[in-house]
């Protein structure tokens, strides 16, 4: 079985985590209700959002976990006339060489060819704008501008009002018209990154500590532009943490501020590759778990 991590741009919104097997494949946003796709060739259709392949197309099948098994089964195209206890058969063999390995798997990054923004005046990266796994051929069709994660569609204790909603649409844009100011021209390159991080772009390498590890120019000239880019990176963090690139230091960095979001780090937690910090980890899944037993009325909904 082949297993990896994409992110998901743009805006950053964490990773999708793949593990795709003969015929099939389980997808997740979250590392725990997996999509379980399965193959049909023949087909001349991209299969899945991987579309990894020219002669064939996928049909969602159903949702399992790894913790509870079979969630629910979907329905099949009743166009396609499919044969559907081949397709079970199909789906039950996967599903057990997948349980059986689950506890094995790990995301490495897939996604190795990044379009970043530049800095005008620098012409360095300042912000992901997206990636792919294979050499894009351009840079049309691709996003022109950085935004950022919309705060206001995260799980709450209690509904937010209007000033509240307020201020969060407010914060994102001075945040947008500051990395817009910076990169007014809209200068985009793609680079491939190696294993150590460098980046090549049209021959020219660039070394891997003039790329952001978390997608964003982390420090900034002036007192207010930082300390906006710091809260917003706090914020992101419970998300950030699935990155499996981060390096020790920076890891450490988010889990601290993720331990003030227990909700998030409670619904994306299978997602990340490590835990450094276990105690505080430990503590804030508690947290988690007291806030669901004492407000009934929080929204579970898992975030996207």
Request: hydrophobic share 40%; proline share 8%; charged share 25%.
């Amino acid at each position: 079985m082949e297993s990896y991590s994409l992110r998901r741009l743009q805006p950053y919104m964490g990773v999708t985590l793949v593990v795709q097997g003969e015929g099939a494949a389980a997808i997740t946003l979250n590392g725990t209700v997996w999509q379980i796709e399965l193959r049909i060739d023949g087909m001349r259709r991209g299969w899945s959002i991987l579309d990894r392949s020219a002669t064939a197309t996928a049909v969602p099948f159903a949702f399992w976990s790894p913790d509870e098994g079979m969630l629910r089964r979907l329905p099949l195209p009743p166009m396609m006339q499919l044969d559907e206890g081949g397709l079970k058969h199909q789906a039950e063999t996967f599903i057990a060489r997948l349980a059986q390995r689950f506890d094995e798997l790990r995301y490495p990054q897939a996604d190795h060819h990044e379009l970043w923004l530049l800095d005008d005046e620098t012409q360095r990266p300042l912000a992901l704008l997206a990636s792919a796994e294979t050499p894009p051929q351009r840079t049309a069709g691709y996003p022109l501008q950085w935004q950022c994660y919309p705060f206001d569609k995260e799980p709450a204790i209690e509904e937010p009002d209007s000033a509240w909603l307020a201020r969060r649409r407010d914060a994102a844009e001075a945040l947008e018209k500051q990395l817009a100011m910076r990169a007014w021209r809209g200068l985009r390159r793609w680079f491939q990154r190696d294993e150590q991080g460098n980046g090549i772009s049209d021959g020219e390498r660039l070394d891997a500590t003039h790329f952001p590890q978390s997608g964003l120019r982390e420090h900034w000239p002036e007192p207010e532009q930082q300390t906006r880019v710091d809260g917003y990176l706090r914020k992101l963090a419970p998300r950030l943490l699935a990155l499996p690139r981060l390096d020790d230091a920076t890891r450490r960095r988010y889990e601290a501020a993720a331990w003030d979001h227990p909700l998030l780090v409670h619904y994306l937690h299978p997602t990340w590759p490590k835990v450094l910090d276990r105690p505080g980890f430990d503590a804030t899944r508690v947290k988690a778990r007291l806030m669901f037993v004492n407000a009934p009325a929080i929204d579970k909904q898992k975030p996207a």
